[in-house]
């Protein structure tokens, strides 16, 4: 561990936005990979170029797709090199296809069947009061409970909304929804965000590591067989997720040959627009952690993994006994990974607050500023992706396979927490593109829009998917999903 990556409760304010306007991307690989204490002799091995935009934004999201995706296609790498006693093997990630991967979720395509809109119909700015608020309603309770907040009534539709809106000031609307447990953010340009104490809080790192507890040195004994065709061929790994970023990071994991158990409840509603897209590589249950059914299930399926990844609310699943110390406890005769995918970042002021992709880029200014650049008057211009759910579900995947080395090398239980506010931070610390310049990029709306070398065409339980492959590549090395997305709940509560 460095001075570059603190985390615990008690760390102190970070300070300002670092500048890295000079960082490439295979900067961004070799800092963080310094910074996470990883063997320097294997940086070379990756082979990385490029400077062009990628997609129409001020923000450097070409340079964050082809980092995040190549640092967890190194750390494959690192643990493919381990496991075989052989030298990092070289790694590569075309720059276009990175990008693309970055917008994966709306990239794929079913015969006759179109794409729905993943958004509610109350989503987006509002005009308050004093300035705006975004809202984000495509979960039912979410959509229920911003009318319920708002007084309006069950069947109001988006004016009815609009009207209530307009009559709060933007941090007053922005709290009460913290408190009642529905999504809308205040619209802060980056002074106003940066004033608060929630801000400085932030981590300058992306990924945060720490060492939860003792256990011996070694890989899980699945994957202690050498000559494996994936770099992670018997790790497994417990996934709670929903939306995009903890989700992709399973998907990641599983696309380097993890064996990744998605876990769903069949209480909470789905998305199967992102489902079909992030269910790629997966295996999927449904547990019911209310009944004792669902919690003895559980506990069985606890007993087989290496991982567990959570994207809820911190504090969620340790409210049932699964906190990351409970579980390094429990398992320190062979040592457990845990990682989180929180909002906020997990020792901040709105650490236990719900928040997505779209309502950070609102709050922290990354919306006005984009705005500004693109200069049309607007007053906030989403980026053209969810770029920090994407880079977020990468650094995690790679903190989980740097725990994973860690542990083969020092052992331990390990504590992974990367949040979206954290890549907002470091997405902001590359700097943006002057002016109109980076809205040059070529934009991405559907398959038909994508070179088809970074497509491929499978089988699903829903039909023919055509939808964008793995963009890394490991020389020797498999790259691929084995298992392609079906119904929720599809398989059997057991490890393979």
Partial sequence: MTSNNPFSSSAPAESPVIDRTSFSA??????????????EESLPSLQISGTEPGLPSSFKIADLAQASISLAALLAAQIHALRNSIPTPVVTVPRHHAVIEFKSERLYSFPGQPLPDTWGPLSGLHKSLDGY????????????????????????????????????RSVDLESAAFEAGVVISALRSYSEWDALPQARAVSNF?????????????????????????????LRVLEFSRVIAAPLSGRTLAAHGADVLWVTS??????????????????TVQLDLLTEEGSK???????????????????SLASRGLSPDKLAQRFSDRGIICANLSAYGPASPWSDKRGFDSLVQTCSG???????????????RPMPCQALDH?????????????????ATEGGSWEVNVSLAGVMKYLRSLGQFKGKDGFQAQDYKCTADVPLEYLETRSTGFGEMTAVRPS?????????????????????????
């Fill in 391 to 407: 880079a977020a579900g990468y650094f995690l995947a790679s903190g989980i396979e740097a725990a994973l080395y860690k542990q």
């Fill in 133 to 168: 608020v975004r809202v984000h309603d495509s979960f039912p309770n979410h959509h229920s409970g911003t009318k319920a907040l708002l007084g309006c009534s069950p069947d109001a539709g988006r004016a009815e909304v609009a009207s209530k809106i307009a009559s709060w």
């Fill in 26 to 39: 295979k900067d961004t690989v070799e800092y963080i990979w310094r910074s996470l204490g990883l063997p």
């Fill in 366 to 380: 990354m919306n006005i500023s984009e705005a500004e650049h693109y200069g049309a008057g607007e007053p906030a």
């Fill in 206 to 234: 992306p990924i945060l590591l720490r060492k939860i507890g003792d256990a011996p040195a070694g890989l899980p004994q699945e994957m202690r067989a050498a000559n494996a065709d994936k770099s992670l061929r018997g």
């Fill in 472 to 496: 890394a590549l490991i020389q020797g090395v498999r790259i691929g999903w084995d298992i392609m997305p079906k119904p929720l709940g599809s398989d059997e509560k057991k490890w393979l």
């Fill in 297 to 315: 299930d559980l506990n069985r399926l606890l007993e087989g993994a290496h991982v567990v990844i959570q994207g809820y609310r911190p504090g």
């Fill in 266 to 283: 069949p209480n909470l509603p789905d998305l199967p627009v992102l489902d079909r897209d992030l269910g790629r590589g997966k295996r």
